[in-house]
């Protein structure tokens, strides 16, 4: 019998990440504790709190650059706990980071076409002739296109402005076609009009897939985020739509003010 292709309504009822009892010691001080959470297929979930609330070390957590001191990670019905980062990335989890993490001197498109080359079991083999990259010019410059970059194709990112580096690099974690994209900050030093423009980059490009989101801005968390996750001193005090998090009181008091106050 032929399979029916899983509707988007069953995507986002099915949890694709879980994380449970995932915590992590430091000598002594603890900067993830006991942290049990779900993340839906087809979904944006943000995380948030204030500084030194334990969002970046569980980012590091979920790929690996740290090991857990308990807990468990589960991701699309595999134990990843102990899987080493190259292994999680080839998994489909993409995690695009605070700085842009793109090669300032190449162009556009030939940020784009290195993680294109994964489609043709080349990866990363900067040695091969160039001609063999021609081929996904095309896929290239469509996705350039969907991210608003088409016309920089030829620029060199070094001489892109910050917001459209941003743009490119959301464009090269496309290519690599994730299952999970871990975005850690999108938005973060940008200026408010950059600040729009990635927000509704992200929401139109990334439209359907999963994201787990780390982000400062409330204005852009609560016009993407479908869940939201409160995080402060290492636990969740709160979970839920942004309605819910931003009238809870523990948020209040941990996170939101300072945010209103920035």
């Known amino acids: 019998m032929e399979s029916q292709p899983v509707s988007d309504a069953a995507k986002a009822s099915r949890c694709i990440l879980e994380t449970r009892g995932l915590t992590k010691d430091f000598k002594g001080f603890t900067a993830v504790k006991d942290i049990n959470l779900k993340v839906n297929e087809g979904t944006i979930h943000a995380l948030i709190g204030p500084n030194g609330a334990g969002k970046t070390t569980f980012f590091n957590l979920l790929t690996k650059f740290l090991t857990p001191s ?23 989890v993409i995690r695009s980071f605070q700085i842009s993490a793109v090669f300032p001197h190449l162009s556009a498109r030939e940020n784009v076409r290195i993680a294109l080359q994964r489609q043709l079991g ?9 001609k063999m990259l021609d081929q996904l010019n095309d896929k290239a410059d469509a996705l ?16 892109l402005a910050y917001g459209r580096k941003r743009a490119l690099e959301i464009a090269t974690t496309i290519a690599l076609e994730p299952k999970l994209m871990l975005l850690d900050e999108p938005t973060q ?31 852009v968390v609560s016009s993407l985020a479908d869940r939201i996750t409160v995080l402060n001193r290492g636990e969740i005090v ?3 739509d ?12 941990a996170y939101m003010g300072t945010a209103h106050a920035d």
């Open 144 to 159: 350039l296109q969907e991210v608003g970059l088409k016309e920089f194709a030829e620029t060199k990112a070094v001489e």
């Open 122 to 130: 080349v990866s990363y083999q900067f040695w091969r002739p160039i």
């Open 242 to 253: 942004y309605e819910a998090v931003s009238t809870n009181p523990q948020v209040m008091e």
């Open 189 to 219: 030093g940008m200026s408010a009009e950059d600040v729009g423009t990635v927000t509704d980059l992200i929401g139109r490009v990334v439209k359907g897939r999963t994201i787990v989101m780390v982000e400062h801005n409330l204005n």
């Open 238 to 240: 709160a979970e839920g």
């Open 70 to 92: 308990a807990g468990t990670i589960h991701f699309d019905g595999h134990d990843i706990t102990h899987r080493r980062p190259a292994d999680i990335a080839q998994r489909g």
